[in-house]
């Protein structure tokens, strides 16, 4: 099916294989607010790049498994079926970076955090700036071979994970006064602060916390790319993560029918097993119907990644894929917590985790709306024939 190639396959296996060794410790991760005892991370750290499942989505030379769009998309299918973040640990570095990064910021950035020596988090949002990224306040002055960076960001994720961010803020001054830029803070910095460490419908060890940059002064030699340069990074970012959000939806879902299913026909109703009624038969065939809708369309926009098809078109089918699969995944798991009943609302039940879990994925990474936005934007520069 799909026309997956033996190396796709393969991949696919290697990570499906490997996932499934995470999914045990859902219910531990669930009830330690994500957190796994360290000698587990450890081995699943050791494991992860023996796979070559660390660093997909970067190039070869730089230690990356150099993996196509749609590689990438089956790895990301497979992450999304453990809970808690689990399968976060498949990391996929920022795969904007390499062509921009200085051979400096290579060796000092990139290489380590192909090899899994230090990650990184990203600080754009900001408590009046979501949707809207060009309404950030923060600010970047220039000052001799430095900049002085100033700004409070909101839902900085994996922060308490990373060893450097990116800080997306306005120049004050200069040729490109009011652009946006983008730099690297290293972590920690003097000027650095967590205000606060909000709580989140989720259970995972990766906080967002709401991190304040005060005077932090950065080298000029971590400027990225260049000034005003900072918005085209965080599009090309959006247009790859919202791909792997639509992947990690597939997965999801995938997990949840397989055990709504597997439940459905164990459960002994009135002397019939629950799958032979018909209200369950409806809610798990539109789960499998909606489920093959998104898949064919994830792995067809990953394709035409692949395809080099033109950017903007892409921008838009990458939209599109995020926005269906969210909203896929969300209805499947209404549904699968439907089918199980009393027990789907139980924490130890997938359905459940799944349920607060797949939220956010119509949220983050630009909302449905801002999706919708974008589809229909390019529905009228373009026309339909250009798009699907
Ligand atoms: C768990 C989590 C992790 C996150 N991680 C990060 C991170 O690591 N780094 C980072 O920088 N950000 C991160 N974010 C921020 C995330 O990208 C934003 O929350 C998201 O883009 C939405 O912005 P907002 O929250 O400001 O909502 P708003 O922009 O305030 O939107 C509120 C509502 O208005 C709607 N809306 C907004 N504009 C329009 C419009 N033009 N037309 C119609 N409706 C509109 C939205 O769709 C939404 O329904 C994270 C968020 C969450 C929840």
Known sequence: MYGLSPADLDLQARARAFVDTLIPYEVEAELHAGELPPAVLADQ????????????????????????MLQQVLVQEQVGRATNALGWIVHTPPSWFPPVATPDQVERYLRPTVAGDTQECYAITEEGAGSDVDAIMATARRDGDAYVLNGVKWHVTSYNDAGYAFFQAKLTEGLHAGEHALFIV???????????TPLYSHSISHHHPIVAFEDVRVSAANLVGSEGGGMAFSYEWFRYERMMVAARC???????????????????????????????????????????????????????????????????????????????????????????????????????????????????????????????????????????
């Not at 990458?318 to 209404?334: F, H, I, P």
């Open 45 to 68: 750290r050791r494991r992860v790049r023996e796979l070559g499942l660390y660093a997909t989505n970067m190039p070869a030379e730089l230690g990356g498994g150099g993996c196509s």
């Open 186 to 196: 290293d972590l920690p910095s003097p000027g650095v602060r967590v205000v606060r």
């Open 250 to 388: 597939l997965g999801a879902a995938d997990r949840l029918i397989t055990e709504a299913t597997a439940f459905a026909r164990e459960r002994i109703v009135e002397g019939q097993p629950l799958i032979e009624f018909q209200a369950i038969e409806i809610m798990l065939a539109d789960s499998v119907t909606e489920l093959f809708a998104a898949r064919s369309m994830t792995y067809e926009a990953a394709r035409g990644v692949d395809a080099g098809i033109d950017l903007k078109v892409q921008h838009a089918q990458c939209s599109m894929a995020k926005l269906y699969a969210s909203e896929m995944a969300g209805r499947v798991a209404d549904r699968a917590v439907q089918v199980f009943g009393g027990r789907g609302y139980m924490r130890e039940n997938v359905a459940e985790r799944f349920f607060r879990e797949l939220r956010v994925e119509r949220i983050w990474e630009g909302t449905s709306e801002v999706q919708r936005q974008i589809v229909a934007q390019q529905l009228a520069k373009r026309g339909l024939r250009a798009l699907v």
